[in-house]
Antibody, heavy 115, light 107 residues
Framework: EVQLVESGGGLVQPGGSLRLSCAAS????????MNWVRQAPGKGLEWVSY????????YYADSVKGRFTISRDNAKNSLYLQMNSLRAEDTAVYYC????????WGQGTLVTVSS | DIQMTQSPSTLSASVGDRVTITCRAG??????LAWYQQKPGKAPKLLIY???SLEDGVPSRFSGSRSGTEFTLTISSLQPDDFATFYC?????????FGQGTKVEIK
């Protein structure tokens, strides 16, 4: 059974940092490109970042460029999102997701940026 | 960025109704379009990919179609479990972009 389990969310002050993790199992993680997608409370879905299977190609949404860093450790079957200089508008549930046609999504982890 | 315009934003329907949701892409995305269902507090669930391919395990009452840059999700006979919010998503190019969502409510 495919599982993606996010962790690392929580309450952080504006300007602070958090590191999200996504633990993958049930599929060959190292063969798949991965993404982070977020959803602000009561709002729609917003793509955040992409990383290729090897980690050599990375993309970011303009809204997080220069503040967030995506990475992966294929030996640990894990995906990460380092989030710095957090703002109130970064408050959202963050999902890790695999390729669209595979339908792999985690359950999400809530990040709240507030003083 | 490719804009995805989804309509309607809200839809009131009864069990057994035929329901249609439309998504228009701002430019050509070929058939790189997915549809998701999301229930409160849950992750999006893939229903349709590549515009018309049904995800494994998804009931056959769900179907997708494409006409140029206009895409349609159809539920042939709405069931109680189908009341949720639906999103379209283009994955022709990054950044991925999503429609605004359609909330299907009980009439």
């Amino acid at each position: 059974e495919v599982q993606l389990v996010e962790s690392g969310g929580g309450l952080v002050q504006p300007g602070g940092s958090l590191r999200l993790s996504c633990a993958a199992s049930g599929f060959t993680f190292s063969s798949y490109e991965m993404n982070w997608v977020r959803q602000a409370p009561g709002k729609g879905l917003e793509w955040v970042s992409y990383i290729s299977s090897s980690g050599s190609t990375i993309y970011y949404a303009d809204s997080v460029k220069g503040r967030f860093t995506i990475s992966r450790d294929n030996a640990k079957n894990s995906l990460y999102l380092q989030m710095n200089s957090l703002r109130a508008e970064d408050t959202a549930v963050y999902y890790c997701a695999g390729p669209v046609a595979e339908g792999y999504w985690g359950q999400g982890t809530l990040v709240t940026v507030s003083s | 960025d490719i804009q995805m315009t989804q309509s309607p934003s809200t839809l009131s329907a009864s069990v057994g109704d035929r329901v249609t949701i439309t998504c228009r892409a701002g430019q050509s995305i070929s058939s790189w379009l997915a549809w998701y269902q999301q229930k409160p507090g849950k992750a999006p669930k893939l229903l349709i990919y590549k515009a018309s391919s049904l995800e494994d395990g998804v009931p056959s009452r769900f179907s997708g179609s494409r006409s140029g840059t206009e895409f349609t999700l159809t539920i042939s006979s709405l069931q109680p479990d189908d009341f949720a919010t639906f999103y379209c998503q283009q994955y022709n190019s990054y950044p991925w972009t999503f429609g605004q969502g359609t909330k299907v409510e009980i009439k």
